[in-house]
């Protein structure tokens, strides 16, 4: 893991936000800032692989030059990039920068854990083992996650405002391809380059889709 920009704290608290950001959104930073009422420090995770999907459209470098100017407002978000794509991969990764004492967890939305959840793993007790590493913080987003009995005390609800379930990276993208308004969807510092990045590419033919 590499640390792109560190926050001045020193957690005993850390919520892991990884993503594939393409764009980042207002719905992310106001994700990121629900979890720091569950945590000392916000770390954003951008891997270089992904388990589940391939890099299409935006690039990588293009996708982390959007995280850091969406994330420099804030004095307790951090960002880094992730050799790993799966979440035990990033927790140790993030634990040889913050400790083996950090408290860790990973904020996502309901389709994330029941993803990671029902994941195959090619080992029977890779789930439990998982989370004695870490928690799950699970957004209320589009609906609330119900979590396996036996994994309750390992898995929290993230109480946030509503409105959000309609600000996605897919609509973002959805809307620049159609003509229409966009802008307040994504973060004020990175309208700019969100339009220098996806302009240029929806008019070359990309797709849509969730990536």
Same mark, same amino acid.
């Given at each position: 893991?590499?640390?792109?920009?560190?926050?001045?704290?020193?957690?005993? @608290? +850390?919520?892991?936000?990884?993503? =594939?950001?393409?764009?980042?959104? $207002?719905?992310? /930073? #106001?994700?990121? *800032?629900?979890? &720091?009422?569950?945590?000392?420090?916000?770390?954003?995770?951008?891997?270089?692989?992904?388990?589940?999907?391939?890099?299409?459209?935006?690039?990588?470098?293009? @996708? +982390?030059?959007?995280?850091?100017? =969406?994330?420099?407002?804030?004095? $307790?978000?951090? /960002? #880094?990039?992730? *050799?790993?794509? &799966?979440?035990?991969?990033?927790?140790?990764?993030?634990?040889?920068?913050?400790?083996?004492?950090?408290?860790?967890?990973?904020?996502?939305?309901?389709?994330?854990?029941?993803?990671?959840?029902?994941?195959?793993?090619?080992?029977?007790?890779?789930?439990?083992?998982?989370?004695? *590493?870490?928690? &799950?913080?699970?957004?209320?987003?589009?609906?609330?996650?119900?979590?396996?009995?036996?994994?309750?005390?390992?898995?929290?609800?993230?109480?946030?405002?509503?409105?959000?379930?309609?600000?996605?990276?897919?609509?973002?993208?959805?809307?620049?391809?159609?003509?229409?308004?966009?802008?307040?969807?994504?973060?004020?510092?990175?309208?700019?380059?969100?339009?220098?990045?996806?302009?240029?590419?929806?008019?070359?033919?990309?797709?849509?889709?969730?990536?």
């Amino acid at each position: 893991m590499d640390l792109v920009r560190r926050a001045e704290t020193l957690p005993t @608290r +850390l919520t892991v936000f990884p993503g =594939a950001f393409n764009p980042p959104t $207002r719905a992310h /930073l #106001a994700l990121a *800032e629900a979890a &720091l009422r569950e945590a000392d420090e916000v770390l954003f995770v951008l891997p270089r692989v992904f388990p589940h999907k391939a890099y299409e459209g935006a690039s990588f470098e293009d @996708r +982390l030059r959007l995280l850091e100017a =969406a994330v420099a407002a804030s004095a $307790r978000f951090s /960002l #880094a990039v992730s *050799e790993g794509g &799966l979440f035990l991969d990033i927790a140790r990764e993030a634990r040889r920068h913050y400790g083996a004492n950090v408290e860790l967890s990973f904020l996502c939305g309901r389709d994330a854990a029941e993803r990671i959840v029902n994941w195959n793993y090619s080992e029977p007790d890779a789930v439990r083992r998982m989370f004695e *590493e870490f928690a &799950l913080l699970v957004a209320r987003r589009a609906g609330e996650y119900e979590p396996p009995a036996q994994l309750r005390p390992h898995i929290r609800t993230l109480t946030m405002e509503s409105g959000w379930d309609e600000v996605s990276a897919t609509a973002v993208r959805r809307r620049i391809a159609a003509g229409e308004a966009w802008r307040d969807l994504v973060p004020e510092p990175i309208v700019p380059l969100v339009e220098r990045i996806y302009r240029p590419w929806v008019n070359a033919g990309g797709t849509t889709g969730r990536q």
